[in-house]
């Protein structure tokens, strides 16, 4: 029983995190937020929008437009979160001299347990192929 392995991190509270899947898992738990967009350290765009999509992949970009955020995690190198206090996180996302600052927002009591449904759906690399399997997964959704 002496025998050691390696241990996966814990973070509690606050963290970075590099690997997509653990950005992921982070990003999930929120659904409107307010957001920061930095150049160098110049603000170029903020706002409120709501989390639509989460994606890590190495082809398709990160989206603000029409108050809706479709997330890709590929687009950045690692993420920081902490708590802002008891009912908001900040996640910031860190790029090549780009800053994506996330604000998570409360949700409202009212969503009931429509909640789920409004959750944003991952898209992970491994499951699209190519472009044309990106389409077929917006259409399926289009379906619901």
Known sequence: MDQRRPLAPCLVGRGSLS????MLRALE?????EYRYLVDGAVID???AALVKLMADT??????VNGCLFLNVASFRYLDFEA?????WRFVMHGDDTVLELISLPEDDESGEEG???????????EMQDFESL??????DDED
């Not at 690997?19 to 653990?22: A, E, G």
């Not at 738990?29 to 937020?33: A, K, P, R, V, Y």
């Not at 082809?59 to 603000?64: C, F, G, H, N, Y």
């Not at 389409?135 to 399926?140: N, P, R, S």
């Open 19 to 22: 690997n997509y899947r653990d």
């Open 29 to 33: 738990t929120i659904e409107t937020l």
């Open 46 to 48: 903020e706002g409120r």
């Open 59 to 64: 082809e398709s970009s990160t989206i603000v």
């Open 84 to 88: 802002v206090d008891d009912e908001r």
């Open 116 to 126: 789920d449904s409004r959750r944003p759906r991952l898209l992970m690399a491994e």
């Open 135 to 140: 389409i077929l997964l917006d259409d399926e």
